[in-house]
């Protein structure tokens, strides 16, 4: 498939059918998602993917939890939103980052660290790194026929679903990719046109 056409056919699917993924599918979406750009090639990213469904309704069961506790709105056992969506998936693909600290971010930490700080925290070329290996992974999952949602809804419970997959500091859980078939047909929302967010000096 072309890459223009998988950037424009590609759209986030929210409903699946049970079919599993096969694993060597999700090896190439993987190794599609390792040929992104990373700063300094660090490739800070793993992909830790969940087929196991007692421990995707866990972690289902622990984002329902803390969405009740925080909203005071109880979530019935089987609603599926747009923060738990994951579960009903044939796959869940926990993306999983390492920061990457360049010799730039190394010299204004211990030289000047409020530029440091805006550095690491607002332009955070190790989230931007992880960012582009998701967009491979889903146009990749695409041209490969299958459908995916990226998601960080479910991460208001992110220390807890780290704990549940058993993360290690300095690792972090950043997002999910829900893979499988599409079930229904979904549309893709508009777009601004280009010429609307592109300026020329
Ligand atoms: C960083 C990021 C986080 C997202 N989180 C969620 C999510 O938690 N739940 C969800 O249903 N969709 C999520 N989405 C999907 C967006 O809603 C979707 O990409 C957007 O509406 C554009 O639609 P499209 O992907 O079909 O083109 C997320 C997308 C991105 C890039």
């Known amino acids: 498939m072309d890459v ?7 759209l986030s699917v929210r409903k699946f059918r049970k079919e599993p993924v096969p694993r060597q599918t999700l090896l190439k979406m993987v190794e599609s998602a390792s040929w ?37 709105k109880n979530i019935a056992p089987d609603k599926v939103n747009s923060h738990n969506l994951f579960y009903a ?14 010799s730039t971010d190394r ?25 582009a290996a998701v967009t491979q992974f889903t146009l990749a999952a695409y041209a490969l026929g299958y459908g995916t949602c990226w998601m960080t ?11 549940a997959l058993s993360l290690r500091y300095p690792e972090e859980l950043l997002a999910i990719i829900a893979v499988g078939k599409p079930d229904s ?17």
């Not at 223009?4 to 590609?10: I, P, S, T, V």
């Not at 000047?112 to 190790?126: A, C, E, G, H, L």
């Not at 809804?153 to 704990?163: C, D, T, V, Y």
């Open 4 to 10: 223009f056409e998988a950037m424009k056919g590609r």
């Open 36 to 72: 992104a750009p990373s700063a300094g090639n660090a490739q800070n990213v793993r992909f830790l993917v969940v087929e196991d469904k007692e421990l995707l309704a866990r972690m289902k069961g622990i984002v329902d939890e803390i969405i009740s506790r925080t909203t005071g």
């Open 107 to 131: 010299i204004l930490r211990e030289k000047d660290p409020d530029r440091y700080r805006i550095r690491r925290f607002q332009v955070n070329p190790s989230l931007q790194s992880i960012s």
């Open 153 to 163: 809804g479910p991460l208001i419970a992110k220390q807890e679903l780290e704990s």
């Open 89 to 102: 998936a044939p796959a869940a693909v926990c993306v999983i980052g390492t920061p990457y600290e360049s």
């Open 185 to 201: 047909p979904t549309a893709k929302p508009p777009r601004k046109p280009a010429e609307e967010i592109t300026e020329f000096r």
